[in-house]
């Protein structure tokens, strides 16, 4: 698996333009998929891609229920009508995941996910589980533009690989991440000066939290020390949070001059209440890993010295899931806020841009850098 590394910054915007292909594009290829098949699915199928079928492009059954001794019409009304008020975006969804289905999509015919060497990340994938390592340990795992971005590809390329079922987001050493790594605003200023590094500095982090929300597989964050900042924002984008009993979770924006990201001023609020949500995003107050999941930040704790083992656990328990069921389990759940969260990113990250041109930033900035050199 790990032989495909080379391959991955070559085909990078080719996986990100099959990523996000629009939905409407994807049900249209798979209509004709569905007419490649060359065998028989069955009545039960058919009738099942009947249903969906009406559903994704009408809407909900509009029709009355057929009379008399019409089996077939009583049986294609039950099947749409069925479907209740599922909304048409999520029957093309489960269109496509059907017919794949029917077509049958191996794993094993699958090209496996494309990795990319990306100094501080390590990528490695086995038996349906690609894994996302933060690496760099004597720098407590902080994140680079580079790293920001390899790790959306990264998951661009599992959201479109059948042999991933799971991702994972995890850390190296004794931290989990300690968030942007400041050198980001100071090393390498480009030639357009503050202006162009806090416009491209938004962009990278825009496109770093869509690629969270829109990844349509689960994600999963196993947190197995501290974290500050944008890992902490970016755990309500993830669908299982497990971290061990010393990981400590702190969010200090308004100090460095800067204000909240990750979606962590929509989803924090609705998590901890606003109450809680404002402790730590306005005064900082640092959690801990019982706080995080009695405030329902994190799924469950672990203790050091079983955390890892328990993680895998879940982790492979998943992958040995029906994935189709999985992905549409998953868009069940979120696609009700999925519009909301992107709006709230890019509101986020345009207020980031400001923010990182203030004076008041880069004052604390220059002045945080000042007292570690010390």
Known sequence: MLSSVTRHLASRARLGARCFSDVSD???AAQ??????????GNMAKLKIYGLFKQANVGPCNIPKPGGFNFVAKAKFDAWKGLGDMSQDQAKEGYIAFVDELAGVAEEEAPPVAHGEVPGLD???????????????????ALTWEMYRGIGEVLNAAAEDASCRVVVLTGTGKWYCAGNDLSNFTANMPAGGPTEMATNGQHVLNGFCDALIKFPKPLVAAVNGPAIGIPVTTLGLCDLVYCTDN???????????????GCSSYIFPRTFGFAKANEMLLTER???????????????????????GEVEKVVQ???????????????????????????????ECETLRDRWLSDECMSAITKFLSRKKK
Do not use: C, W
């Open 317 to 347: 328990h998943m992958a040995g899931l029906p994935p189709q069921s999985m992905m549409i389990s998953k868009s069940l759940i979120r696609h009700e806020h999925i519009a909301k969260l992107l709006e709230v990113n890019k509101r």
């Open 32 to 41: 004709t998929k569905l007419n490649t098949l060359t065998e028989d699915p």
């Open 286 to 308: 640092q959690i801990s890993a019982q706080e995080a999941y009695d405030g329902g930040l994190v799924t469950r704790v672990f203790s050091e010295d079983t955390f890892k």
């Open 247 to 261: 990981a400590t979770f702190k969010t200090p924006f308004v100090s460095l001059g800067q204000s909240p990201e």
């Open 26 to 28: 994807r049900f249209e």
């Open 123 to 141: 990528i490695s994938s086995a038996d349906g589980v690609t894994t996302i390592r933060l690496n760099r340990p004597e720098k407590f795992n």
